[in-house]
């Protein structure tokens, strides 16, 4: 404020009852002295305020650092004398409110930041950061903190979310209990069994409705527990069960997948030849086309064959070729291919080739030509069946591979919408050529219709459908569904979820890979609740 002058012991304990006699700085540490500031004390037994002191003593203090510095308090603390006969307290000591607790090593300011960093970090990782800020604290230290600390209060859940967590994979299992409404985690339980569930339910009445998977424990654990509250089972199982059945079902139709021969496709289906060029397929095919394509792109701009020959510094022939020609096959060479001494009998070579089927000597055909008249040599005969006669080998493209089971039911579970157009295209095939597929299809479908649209009511007639098409998987789902129908009809119906407590269950492993998995329950539960 205007014209108010505060000092540093004003700004730096602002509101404690001490008054700091001096401040030593050091090379690493502010050590500071000072003394309460009230008169007398009042006893932590009884209550009665005391002004006869017994005794003095120094305490020490560690405090939030300043500047990044280690701040050490000495503190003169007196202990008084209890003023109530009766009080079996005789002497007490000192305590100075929010400032100070009995037997801690640290003020209650640095305590709760210290409580802060423990949750947040865990031992190790808080210890460092601790470190870094300037104030002395172990890991244990902080793990003693974090166990010591109350748990949260919270109001019973009217909708109770309940799912299991692996504490060790594949051998030991917890069960997180966490508010439908607000997605906050209310409790903790060292098993999945229905026992401690059914305790639970029993110790905090008023539950309503109970977010489960579809394990028996849950269901008889609620039941017992919370024999009015609604179950609802959650959608999510219910998908990925579905998922798993329909994994099931296509495994069992593996050969359907697998496209069967066929013989070579008819003339008509065959793609139409090339147009006949000399230019092969190498760079001059490249060049030429890319000619072609730039040549065409100016005429449709409006431009001239001179203007283009202008343009580009061209010959006007060159571009009228390029103009002229609808494909680029269709482009005539610039300058004509000289002609070879063999072209009057390309005709004789052919047919002693195709009567050989390619395996006539080229000696003998050099002879055999010698005797038609040709004057030529030997090299100049293989030159040229190396470029005009003989074509390179074409290794025939081996046939895609069939789609995986897997491939087929992400096919069959996804949105229509998330597939691309191949994948259609495949599944179309697929369920043509499967009409057990095409069931499966149709029944995904219909329930993926009753879990969007809450139409639960539906559920026993699909049922009844699935079990009258006897398919592989799908037909123990549906005949699972009818030993927890109530739940999955709720499920399928009411708008509540386990979507809140799968959440929670992640930010538990996070929690688990700050503890480095070696966390005992009762260490974990507490982090969990207070994280």
């Avoid at 280690?70 to 307290?89: D, K, M, S």
């Avoid at 060479?333 to 070879?340: I, N, V």
């Avoid at 597929?437 to 219909?446: E, G, M, P, T, Y």
């Avoid at 799908?474 to 809140?500: C, E, I, K, Q, Y």
């Amino acid at each position: 404020m205007d014209g108010c002058e505060l000092s540093w012991q004003d700004v730096l304990f602002a509101g404690v009852a001490v008054v700091v006699e001096s401040a030593v700085r050091g090379a690493t540490t502010t050590v500071m002295r000072a003394r309460g500031r009230s008169r007398d004390g009042r006893c932590p037994k009884c209550g009665t305020p005391s002004s006869r002191v017994h005794d003095r003593y120094q305490r020490r203090l560690q405090d939030v650092p300043l500047a990044s510095r280690q701040v050490e308090i000495t503190l003169e603390v007196r202990r008084f004398v209890c003023a109530n006969a009766q009080c079996p307290q005789r002497t007490f000591a000192e305590q100075i409110p929010g400032f100070t607790s009995a037997y801690a090593r640290c003020t209650n300011r640095l305590g709760a930041l210290l409580n802060v960093i423990g949750l947040a970090l865990a031992g190790r990782a808080g210890a460092r950061m601790a470190a870094a800020l300037g104030i002395t604290a172990g890991r244990m230290g902080l793990l003693s903190r974090v166990r010591a600390m109350p748990d949260p209060l919270y109001d019973i859940p009217r909708v109770l979310g309940v799912d299991d967590f692996a504490i060790k994979r594949g051998h030991t299992y917890a069960t997180v209990l966490t508010d439908g409404e607000t997605h906050r985690v209310v409790d903790v339980l060292p098993t999945r069994d229905a026992g401690p569930l059914t305790t639970w339910l029993l110790a905090h009445p008023g539950v309503e409705v109970v977010c489960r998977d579809r394990a028996g424990a849950y269901a008889e654990g609620a039941a017992v527990g919370a024999p009015e509250a609604i179950q609802v089972a959650d959608r999510f199982h219910l998908w990925m069960n579905l998922g798993q059945a329909v994994e099931k079902c296509v495994a069992a139709h593996r050969s359907c997948l697998s496209p069967p021969p066929s013989a070579a496709p008819p003339p008509s289906a065959q793609p139409p030849p090339r147009p006949a060029t000399a230019h092969g397929n190498g760079r001059l095919a490249a060049r030429l086309q890319a000619h072609h394509a730039l040549v065409h792109g100016l005429l449709e701009q409006g431009l001239g064959i001179r203007a283009i020959a202008r343009h580009l510094g061209w010959g006007r022939h060159t571009v009228q070729r390029y103009a002229r020609a609808e494909h680029w096959h269709q482009v005539s060479p610039g300058r004509h291919r000289r002609g070879s001494s063999l072209d009057v009998h390309h005709t004789y070579l052919s047919r002693r080739i195709a009567e050989t089927r390619g395996r006539v000597s080229l000696t003998a055909l050099h002879r055999e030509l010698a005797e038609r008249g040709w004057q030529g040599s030997y090299s100049t005969l293989r030159d040229w069946a190396r470029h005009r006669l003989h074509q390179p080998r074409r290794t025939p493209q081996p046939p895609p591979a069939p789609p995986t089971a897997r491939q087929v039911t992400g096919w069959l579970t996804r949105r229509p919408s998330s597939l691309s157009e191949d994948e259609h295209r495949q599944l179309k095939t697929v369920l043509d050529t499967c009409p057990e597929l095409a069931i499966a299809h149709q029944l995904v479908r219909d329930f993926g219709d009753m879990l969007t649209q809450q139409t639960g009511v539906l559920l026993p007639s699909w049922i009844d459908k699935t079990l009258a098409a006897d398919l592989p998987g799908l037909t123990g789902f549906a005949r699972g569904l009818t030993n927890d129908l109530d739940a999955v009809t709720a499920g399928l119906t009411l708008r509540w979820s386990s979507g809140g407590t799968e959440g929670a269950v992640n930010r538990i492993k996070k929690i688990k890979r700050q503890l480095y998995g070696r966390a005992e329950f009762e260490l974990l539960r507490k982090m969990i609740l207070l994280a």
